[in-house]
């Protein structure tokens, strides 16, 4: 399989001259950990994730320097505290953002791809046509690719005129369930949480979704033509924020 097979198509993003404030407030309301940063022609320029908004001077945790003899300026504004300084008090993403991204191209192996976020330590990475952002792999696009798998090891063969057909029609039928499911705005079901294979339309939902949403996004996906079954799958849920 490649980047493309398993790849999210519809990228949430943002740009370079926005505020840390929208930043957090789309993560927030997206439910995602972090987003590709891109410019007017959709070139990826920087990711920008939770982690690079944890240490803000807004919330009182930035890190704070090293008690020197030298003065506060100098001190602040050292080799190894400035980017610190940046982070806490940057006001745009392109402040806050890491500007060298890997991507990769959606024919990249899944394997390579699987690599490079372990051996990276990252959580997604962009891919790219020609330079521009057509898609997005996270981990847990390879762990759901997984879970819809067949199950055993098979030996790979070559991709024939039937195969090929049956993966534009699971493309067919995962964007005919997306568009179902955007119209019910209140299903509250990203398009990393719904997969096809061999149409079969695989559904992810947090534990604590009301049951009555789940069964209305199942009966929409079973509603849709050419699917031949929907299996669900149950991820815990966000854990709970600590009484203040």
């Given at each position: 399989?490649?980047?493309?097979?398993?790849?999210?198509?519809e990228?949430v993003t943002?740009?370079p001259d926005?505020?840390?404030?929208q930043v957090?407030?789309?993560?927030s309301e997206?439910?995602?950990s972090?987003?590709p940063?891109?410019?007017?022609?959709?070139?990826?320029v920087g990711?920008?994730?939770?982690?690079?908004?944890l240490?803000?001077?807004?919330l009182g945790t930035?890190?704070?320097?090293?008690?020197?003899?030298?003065?506060w300026?100098l001190?602040?504004?050292?080799?190894?505290?400035?980017?610190d300084?940046?982070?806490s008090r940057?006001?745009?993403?392109?402040?806050?953002?890491t500007?060298d991204?890997v991507?990769v191209t959606?024919?990249?192996?899944l394997?390579d791809?699987a690599?490079?976020?372990e051996?990276?330590?990252?959580?997604?990475?962009?891919?790219?046509r020609?330079?521009?952002?057509?898609?997005i792999?996270?981990?847990a696009?390879?762990?759901?690719?997984?879970?819809?798998?067949p199950?055993?090891?098979?030996?790979a063969a070559p991709?024939?005129e039937?195969?090929?057909r049956?993966?534009?029609?699971?493309?067919m039928?995962?964007?005919?369930?997306?568009?179902e499911?955007h119209?019910?705005?209140w299903?509250?079901?990203w398009a990393?949480?719904?997969?096809?294979k061999d149409?079969?339309?695989?559904?992810?939902?947090c534990?604590?979704q009301?049951?009555d949403?789940?069964?209305a996004?199942?009966i929409?996906?079973e509603?849709t033509?050419?699917?031949?079954g929907?299996?669900?799958?149950?991820?815990p849920?966000?854990?709970?924020a600590?009484?203040i």
């Amino acid at each position: 399989m490649q980047a493309k097979d398993v790849m999210t198509t519809e990228v949430v993003t943002i740009g370079p001259d926005a505020s840390v404030q929208q930043v957090a407030m789309l993560l927030s309301e997206r439910g995602i950990s972090g987003v590709p940063v891109v410019d007017e022609a959709k070139r990826v320029v920087g990711i920008i994730s939770e982690g690079d908004l944890l240490h803000r001077i807004e919330l009182g945790t930035e890190r704070r320097p090293a008690r020197r003899r030298q003065s506060w300026w100098l001190s602040s504004f050292a080799a190894a505290e400035a980017p610190d300084y940046v982070k806490s008090r940057g006001r745009r993403v392109n402040d806050l953002m890491t500007q060298d991204v890997v991507t990769v191209t959606e024919d990249t192996p899944l394997a390579d791809v699987a690599t490079l976020l372990e051996t990276r330590g990252i959580k997604r990475v962009p891919v790219v046509r020609d330079g521009s952002l057509v898609g997005i792999i996270s981990r847990a696009n390879l762990v759901r690719a997984l879970a819809s798998a067949p199950s055993g090891i098979a030996a790979a063969a070559p991709a024939n005129e039937e195969e090929v057909r049956n993966r534009v029609k699971d493309e067919m039928i995962r964007a005919r369930v997306l568009k179902e499911l955007h119209e019910m705005e209140w299903a509250n079901v990203w398009a990393d949480d719904v997969m096809v294979k061999d149409q079969i339309v695989h559904l992810w939902f947090c534990e604590d979704q009301p049951l009555d949403q789940r069964r209305a996004v199942h009966i929409a996906a079973e509603n849709t033509p050419d699917v031949r079954g929907v299996k669900e799958h149950i991820v815990p849920g966000p854990p709970l924020a600590p009484p203040i």
